[in-house]
């Protein structure tokens, strides 16, 4: 991927260069409403409100997150520049979480009614949008699996990976160092793991020179061990050919010996 400065906007065909084109991202820019702008950690949508639109996010990053009876906070998910937020609302009518802003967030919004009108008028559109929640799903399940499964150094790394992997395929980072505007309890709540023990994990990544995550980007000191660390497989992401061809290619030999990756 060609590295982009994270300033610019992420337009639609460079956040999913094999599933819409510059033509169909130009369609869809067309109906959705003007930019906004977002402070930091500002609600960005409601749970069990009903909704009337999604939102795409040009730049910035939020959190979705859900609340136990108490108010603690537990991520479901962290989005990035380039990806939808709500787009499910179109067919249940509202959302089961809540998603805030992380840092400064800029959105465009796009009616409920325009994406009706898309089932007539371009419903390969339509469609493409629709794969892009069940991405939402797989890498749903991807969480379920690391917070589940994988041990506190692993499962951090693993995030990490995932982070940059999303990133990367989107031109907005290479693979030494990515952006993470996430606090240290941030960390945490998205590991399902403690302030305290997200502390010790980075610690002990630092200490190993794979990698280190201050003042909201995670600087990576070995490409290939973070993602042996983290027993990291990309196949849930669908990738393109060609951006999974290419991070084989920087993990190759090294961060193949005793990990199988489970890609083909």
Do not use: K
Request: proline share 4%.
């Amino acid at each position: 991927p060609i590295f982009r400065e994270g300033g610019l906007t992420m337009e639609l065909h460079l956040a999913y260069p094999g599933l819409f084109d510059q033509e169909a991202g130009a369609q869809l820019a067309a109906v959705m409403g003007a930019p906004r702008q977002l402070n930091p950690r500002q609600r960005i949508l409601r749970a069990n409100v009903a909704r009337t639109g999604a939102l795409y996010i040009q730049r910035g990053f939020a959190a979705r997150y859900r609340l136990d009876r108490s108010g603690r906070r537990q991520f479901i998910g962290v989005l990035i520049p380039g990806d939808f937020a709500g787009l499910s609302s179109f067919a249940l009518g509202r959302l089961d979480h809540d998603i805030d802003s992380i840092n400064s967030v800029r959105l465009q919004s796009i009616s409920h009614d325009q994406l009706g009108t898309l089932q007539t008028t371009s419903p390969e559109l339509l469609c493409r949008l629709w794969q892009l929640t069940l991405l939402d799903s797989a890498i749903s399940r991807y969480w379920i699996f690391r917070i589940g499964r994988l041990p506190g150094l692993a499962r951090i790394a693993n995030f990490f990976c995932e982070m940059l992997v999303r990133q990367y395929v989107r031109g907005l980072c290479g693979t030494d160092r990515f952006e993470l505007p996430l606090t240290q309890s941030d960390l945490g709540e998205a590991c399902g793991m403690t302030p305290v023990h997200a502390n010790r994990m980075i610690g002990e990544l630092r200490a190993e020179g794979i990698c280190n995550f201050m003042d909201g980007a995670v600087e990576v000191g070995d490409f290939a061990g973070l993602f042996r660390m983290g027993q990291y497989s990309w196949d849930y992401l669908y990738l393109p050919d060609a951006v999974s061809a290419d991070l084989r290619r920087r993990l190759t030999p090294a961060a193949t010996r005793g990990i199988a990756l489970g890609l083909r």
